[in-house]
C-alpha cells in the first residue's frame, strides 16, 4: 500500500522557478515537467513521452510547445500530441497526462489524483507570502527522508530546544504546556503555545531589535497533507493584542512550510518567513533566511539519519507518546484518513467530506 | 483557535504532566497517556455522558434524563 495521500493538492514549486526553461520536479513519485507559456502561465506535464519514455525536460521548448528531444514528438499545453516524426497520423492515444495546477500565494500547486477531482476552492492559503505588507524570504531544501518525519518533526516544537538551541529554541519552549484542537470535519490541527515570560532567542532579538524578554506565542495550523503554518507573535513581557484583535505593539512572523513528497523515501522541503516588521530591510531579509535555512538544514540532517534508522528497523517497533506529541497523534491519524481516501475510485462517496 | 462544530481540544493541565480532552459534544475526561486520550475522544458517543457526581460512567445505565 502507498504512503501518499493522493487527490490532494500539494505545492510544486515557488512561481519564480517556473519559466522559459523546462523544469523537472517529482512529485508523489511521479515524474512531472513544468513551464511557462509566452502568456505566462505556468504548465505541468508528465515528464514522459509517450513514445519511447524520453523526459520532456531534457528537451527544447518550441513557442509553447514541447518537441521531445529524442525523436521529435512534439506536444501542446494541454499534453496533446501535434506532430509525429514521419508520419501525418498522430495516434488516437499521443497525448501525455497534464496536471490541474493553481499559482496563489507565490506557490505553484499541483493536483495529484483524478484530474475531474480537482477544486482549485481546496487549495489552503498562506496569504503573507504574497501580501505587501509583509516581507518574505523563502527556499526548499532536499530531504532524504519520508514526509511523515517532517510532519513528526513540525508538529512538535518542543524539538527546538534541543536541536535548534541558540537559534529559536529557548528552555521555555520545551516547557510550556500547550494546547491541541482539531477540527475533525475540516481536517485541520491547531496547537498553541503561549510563552508569557520567555528568553527571546537571537532569532527574533536579532530581527525585531527587541531587548530583554518576551511574551511569545506560537500557533501552529497544519492543514495536512501539505501546508502548515507557524503563526509566530513575539513582543515585550505583559504586551497582548487589544480588545479589537488589533496588535500594533507585537512582531508577527508567518512561517510556513509545504511538505511535499518526491518519493517514499524523500520530501521537498519547502520554507517561508513573512514578518510585518523591517519591511523590505534587506540585511533583516538576509539574517532571517540564513538562520532559518540552518534551522531547516538541521532538521534535515536529524531527519535524514531518521530515515536510515526507520528503514532499517524490525517491523512493528514500538514507538512511545508522550504529552507533547498529542498534535502529532492527529496529524497521522488524519493523514493515514488521507490515504485511504485517495485509494478509493470516484463513484464512492468519501466518508469526510470537506465543506 | 478553531471554531468548527466537530472540534477536539487537548489542554496540557498547568504545571502537571496531566492531559484534560474536551470532546464536541462537552464531555471531559483527564489522562497522562495521549494515546489513550484520543482513544477515548474518537470513541465519542461511547462513554461521553456526563457522570453524575463522584460516579464512573456506565453509558448503558445513563441514557435517560442526561
Ligand atoms: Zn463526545
Known sequence: MTTFARNQWYVAAYGREIGRELFPRTILGEPIVFYRTEA????????????????????????????????????DQSGTCVSVPGQGRIPRTARVPSYPLVEQDSFVWVWIGDRDRADPAL????????????????????LAARYELLVDNLMDLSHETYLHGGYIG????ANTPITTEVDEENEIIYVSRHMADAECPSFYAKSTGIEGRITRWQDIEYHPPCLYLLHSRIAPV????????????????????????????????????????????????????????????QDVTALDILEKVVENERDGYQELSVNIDTGGLA??????????????PAAEPAAAVRT | MLHGDTVH????????????????????????????????LLAHPDGHERPPAGG???????????
Not at chain 1, 529557548?170 to 519552549?173: D, F, H, I, K, R
Not at chain 1, 512572523?253 to 534587506?282: K, N, Q
Not at chain 2, 464512573?56 to 442526561?66: N, T
Open chain 1, 123 to 142: 487549495v489552503p492559503r498562506a496569504p503573507w507570502l504574497d501580501d505587501p505588507a509583509y516581507t518574505t524570504v523563502s527556499g526548499m531544501e532536499p
Open chain 1, 238 to 297: 505583559g504586551v497582548l493584542p487589544n480588545d479589537d484583535g488589533t496588535d500594533p505593539d507585537a512582531f508577527h512572523v508567518e512561517v510556513v512550510y509545504a511538505i511535499t513528497p518526491e518519493t517514499e523515501h524523500s520530501t521537498h522541503d519547502f520554507w517561508a518567513v513573512a514578518r510585518d516588521f523591517a519591511l523590505g530591510d534587506e540585511e533583516v531579509s538576509a539574517f532571517l533566511a540564513e538562520s532559518n535555512r540552518t534551522v531547516v538544514l
Open chain 2, 56 to 66: 464512573s460512567p456506565r453509558p448503558e445505565r445513563q441514557l435517560a434524563g442526561v
Open chain 1, 40 to 75: 505566462g502561465e505556468a504548465v505541468a506535464l508528465a515528464d514522459r513521452c509517450v513514445h519511447r519514455r524520453y523526459p520532456l525536460s531534457e528537451s527544447r521548448l518550441d513557442g509553447d510547445r514541447i518537441v521531445c528531444g529524442y525523436h521529435g514528438f512534439t506536444y
Open chain 1, 170 to 173: 529557548t528552555p521555555e519552549v
Open chain 1, 331 to 344: 496529524a497521522r491519524r488524519f493523514l493515514k484518513r488521507m490515504i485511504e481516501r485517495g485509494e478509493r
Open chain 2, 9 to 40: 481540544r487537548i489542554h496540557w493541565v498547568l504545571n502537571t504532566d496531566r492531559l484534560l480532552g474536551v470532546c464536541h459534544c462537552g464531555a471531559e475526561h483527564e489522562s497522562e497517556d495521549p494515546v489513550e486520550l484520543w482513544d477515548w
